[in-house]
């Protein structure tokens, strides 16, 4: 066959009429013949190159109807069809049409008609195959949008084309797409990218003017004229599209703007600065929208010198300790330190860790950064053993990366055992978010590292979504929470209620709490009366360089925290178990009694009977506050008799009794007793237990008004 030449495919059962075919084709076609249907998709799928075909429409094994059927979602159904058939009916057209057919010619054959019809079909598909390139070439295959390359060029175009006028170029994207595509698999990953361009294509149609495209995995392009107002309601409208989505799932918009002030500037630069402006919502929690500013870009240079200096900073140990004291607030003196890294670099003088820790954490820097930590403050303690002192553990901070290294372990005992340290004057601290990435596998790794002796600090407690879950299970040494934990907008008293419950809560957990950032008096004064161990913070010690710690702890006594606590275990096991045997005994008081706690800012009902709840009504308020339950049904002079009793049991560590008014549920009094006594202490709160009686010793309950 001549290379030259198109091959035209015939398919005929009649032999005579293929002959026919092939005599007026032959002087400028190839010519490819087949008996029926069957014997025709066998020579497509061969891989014969056909650029048309003429298809008789009654055969045998398979007719041309179901000829066309096969073609029509095939590899071939680009291949143009001319149906050859002596029916001239309009339903037997109709039908060829409907399965794909482009044209007929009617039997018996006009040559010239039918070369005339066939190079018209292969005209046409040419065209067709030219056009469809073209539609590939510009658009993306899994939206359907424009790619990045069409984009660039329209909006070159739309930019030449309109000088005067103002425009802003849109990057929208989601924020951790990977991760919805791992949780929710790749067909769902497209189906949500689908999704996000018929947003987008809905949202055009609604502008004068407007490019837009599908830059790459889930980042999309709009530009169009500027409108604050327009663009702000396109990102707030994205932002629900995609809440509305998956009501299961959060998914998180970014949307950054550049507005353009020279047209005439690259596009990709443009795209560049839109991207760094979409970057800046990611690293700021519920911000879905921003604007490019030049700051920006100044980040991202003093960024990449960051990045090119940070090698030979390690190398040449420009990155000094500094440690920053932590208090025992019972004794007000310095117990042990934090360990925060300082870079002192030779040109451009004191470096923030604010400035260059959020880089190194991008890059995986931070990983060798915190090795190098750990490093210099084993050799710093070793040097205080060999000078002869007795110093308090220092804690280092742990990052993500070197969490999820599988050496870590090895790596710190490696450390300890390098200096002759015994593992606890190393305290590791890793933030609550971090252990709240895989919790799973970071309670494995603590474990590990507490049987190797180390005590674990969890830092920033309080900052997550699952606190109260974190601290049920993790097998935390010690929590650190930020005194920011008291800043926003909550009713005044509210966010120290909670505060004091934490560290009470884990005063009942045995976890030592360090409360950070503390600043006043005022602070220091509530932490106190609440029973904080520890703090740290500008009230008391900035962080200083190792030198002045050392003067700062000269000849200072260091002491823990004293843990007041007397019949902890028991008084646990007691007050909160949930177990059927101590529901039981319990309840099985026929008269009123209750558990309190007893401090200097009053006393709290910790537990009840069900004869005491009975009694005064517990569950029936609106604040469901025992203590205030307890109060309303008490004169103010009889509570005030109360609470005497109760500190004169828990000052006295034995029992004590008292006799008062209560008011019962007809509005009437009635003269009551109480025997008071002493079980133990959590803290600086005293636990008591009381059982109440009317003067004559009958039940209480008997009383209450039902």
């Not at 500094?322 to 670099?345: C, D, F, M, S, V």
């Not at 923030?352 to 820097?365: A, D, H, Q, T, Y």
Request: glycine share 6%.
């Amino acid at each position: 066959m001549d290379r030259d030449r198109l091959t035209v495919l015939i398919v005929e059962d009649q032999l005579i009429n293929r002959q026919i075919l092939c005599r007026i084709l032959r002087d400028e076609y190839d010519v490819v013949e087949a008996v029926n249907g069957e014997a025709a998709m066998e020579t497509l799928r061969s891989g014969s190159e056909v650029s048309a075909i003429l298809l008789d429409i009654v055969m045998p094994v398979m007719d041309g109807y179901a000829v066309l059927r096969e073609i029509k979602d095939s590899p071939y159904a680009s291949i143009p069809v001319i149906v050859m058939t002596g029916e001239t009916d309009i339903a037997a057209e109709q039908k060829a049409l409907d399965l794909g057919a482009w044209d007929f010619v009617p039997k018996p054959y006009q040559p010239s008609v039918l070369l005339l019809r066939l190079k018209n079909v292969i005209v046409r598909s040419q065209f067709y195959l030219i056009s469809e390139m073209k539609y590939a070439y510009e658009h993306d295959t899994l939206t359907d949008l424009y790619n990045r390359n069409s984009f660039f060029s329209r909006t070159r175009k739309m930019l030449e084309d309109d000088p005067d006028e103002r425009y802003a170029l849109v990057r929208l994207d989601v924020n951790k797409f990977h991760v919805f595509n791992s949780y929710w698999g790749e067909e769902e990953g497209n189906r949500l990218l689908r999704y996000i361009a018929d947003s987008i294509r809905t949202d055009a149609k609604q502008l004068d003017e407007c490019t837009y495209a599908r830059i790459n995995a889930d980042a999309f392009c709009m530009c169009e004229r500027y409108d604050e107002a327009v663009i702000n309601s396109q990102a707030e409208t994205f932002r629900q599209r995609l809440a509305d989505y998956n009501k299961d799932y959060l998914i998180e918009p970014c949307v950054g703007v550049y507005i353009i002030e020279d047209p005439k500037q690259n596009i990709v630069t443009m795209l560049e600065l839109a991207t760094l402006a979409a970057k800046e919502c990611k690293s700021r929690y519920m911000t879905y929208i921003q604007y490019y500013h030049p700051e920006m870009s100044d980040k991202v240079l003093q960024e990449q010198n960051i990045v090119n200096d940070m090698h030979n900073a390690l190398e040449d140990e420009q990155f000094v300790v500094y440690l920053q004291p932590k208090y025992n607030l019972k004794t007000e003196r310095p117990y042990g330190a934090e360990a925060l890294i300082r870079w002192q670099h030779p040109e451009k003088g004191f470096l923030s860790p604010g400035l260059f820790i959020p880089v190194f954490e991008r890059n995986g820097f931070i990983g060798k950064v915190d090795y190098y930590m750990w490093e210099h403050v084993c050799a710093l303690l070793r040097k205080w053993l060999d000078e002869g002192l007795d110093p308090a553990p220092i804690s280092v901070n742990m990052s993500r990366v070197n969490l999820y290294n599988p050496n870590l372990v090895e790596l710190l005992t490696g450390l300890v055992k390098k200096y002759r340290l015994p593992a606890r004057l190393l305290n590791l601290e890793l933030t609550e978010s971090a252990y709240m990435e895989n919790p799973e596998v970071m309670e494995k790794m603590i474990r590990r590292l507490q049987a190797a002796g180390f005590t674990i600090f969890m830092d920033d407690f309080g900052s997550g979504y699952s606190s109260l879950n974190t601290l049920k299970n993790i097998p935390v040494d010690v929590l650190k929470i930020d005194m920011a934990f008291l800043a926003g907008n909550a009713a005044m008293g509210r966010n120290e209620c909670i505060l004091a419950a934490v560290i009470r809560m884990a005063g009942w957990l045995e976890i030592p709490v360090v409360m950070e950032g503390v600043e006043t008096q005022r602070q220091v004064e509530f932490l106190k009366s609440v029973g904080c161990g520890y703090v740290q913070g500008y009230y008391y010690a900035k962080p200083m360089p190792v030198a002045d710690y050392e003067a700062l702890v000269r000849g200072v006594e260091q002491t823990p925290a004293e843990t007041v606590s007397e019949n902890h275990e028991v008084m646990a096991r007691t007050i909160w178990s949930s177990g059927e045997q101590i529901n039981l005994l319990f309840n099985s008081i026929k008269i009123p009694a209750a558990i309190f706690e007893v401090g200097d800012d009053g006393f709290n009902a910790l537990r009840v009977n069900e004869s005491y709840n009975r009694l005064f009504g517990y569950g029936d308020t609106e604040d469901d506050n025992l203590d205030k339950a307890y109060g309303r049904h008490m004169p103010p002079e009889s509570a005030a008799l109360a609470e005497d009793a109760f500190r004169r049991a828990a000052e006295s560590r034995s029992e004590a009794e008292c006799e008062y008014d209560i008011v019962l549920g007809d509005g009437s009094t009635r003269r009551a007793h109480m025997d008071i006594q002493y079980w133990g202490a959590n803290g600086n709160m005293k636990i008591v237990f009381a059982m109440l009686l009317g003067t004559d010793n009958q039940a209480l309950e008997a009383c209450r008004d039902d």
